[in-house]
């Protein structure tokens, strides 16, 4: 969603420059700048790394087959980098890092995160294919692995709710909400966050978890804080300027 009308439903190689730049930099577990000098290249260091990880998902997303031919988003770099840009500065270092490394290491082995992505979320909306097609090429999720993803997701809907409960213009561009609601034509929010986590390595997905308990700690919003981000980038000053050009 950005001011001039460009939208999607709102849901966001190889090491890189900026990780070796920041590891010189500080550690993960603890890196407060002494000064604003500092702060400044920190802050530029992330925003490098989430260029390069929206590029090595991007890549990829080229690569992911659709039924019906190439879809029209496989085309749409400036939505696609406005999408998960604004997931990706939600996160923290050692979490966009860890993800990085998922990507490079998938590209090694001959997989692809994104078609994976997608195809989980075949579960739910084309069950039948999943199951003759998809399910025998994915790896099969633990019992542990799937409570903790669940446990993730039922705080994320819960943030999407109440998002939409504040911002209901917005919230009406936004994907159903329940997987209850897919259909072969509509994924939830639920479904395609299910189908993300999914794709994650055991290290990045324990990162992810830490990050979801940070938010809640501190009383924040993910989904509030991405979508401001997503209209930040579309050009708009805040989330209530957004909610007003509805």
């Not at 290491?105 to 989980?120: D, H, I, M, Q, T």
Request: charged share 25%.
């Amino acid at each position: 969603m950005d001011k001039h009308g460009r939208g999607e439903n709102m849901d966001s190689h190889h090491g890189g420059a900026a990780a070796t730049a920041f590891e010189d930099t500080a550690s993960d577990k603890a890196f407060i700048p002494t000064n604003a000098h500092s702060q400044a290249k920190v802050e530029a260091l992330f925003i490098e790394l989430v260029e390069h990880v929206v590029k090595q998902e991007w890549e990829q997303f080229q690569d992911v087959h659709n039924d019906g031919g190439r879809a029209a988003c496989q085309g749409n770099w400036p939505v696609f980098h406005q999408m998960r840009a604004s997931q990706f500065l939600t996160w923290n270092y050692p979490l966009l890092r860890s993800y990085s490394q998922d990507l490079d290491y998938a590209e090694g082995v001959g997989r692809n995160l994104l078609s994976e992505k997608y195809g989980r979320m075949m579960e739910s909306t084309a069950p039948e294919q999943f199951s003759e097609s998809i399910a025998p090429y994915l790896a099969s999720l633990s019992e542990k692995r799937v409570a903790q993803q669940e446990s993730i997701i039922r705080q994320q809907v819960t943030w999407v709710i109440e998002f939409r409960r504040n911002y209901p213009k917005l919230g009406q561009a936004m994907r159903l909400i329940h997987t209850s609601e897919d259909s072969r034509y509509a994924t939830s929010f639920e479904t395609y966050l299910r189908g993300e986590l999914s794709t994650y390595s055991a290290r990045t997905l324990d990162c992810y978890e830490t990050l979801i308990e940070q938010y809640k700690r501190e009383g924040l919003n993910l989904t509030q804080e991405t979508i401001d981000k997503t209209v930040r980038l579309g050009g708009f000053e805040n989330l209530s300027e957004a909610e007003g050009a509805q």
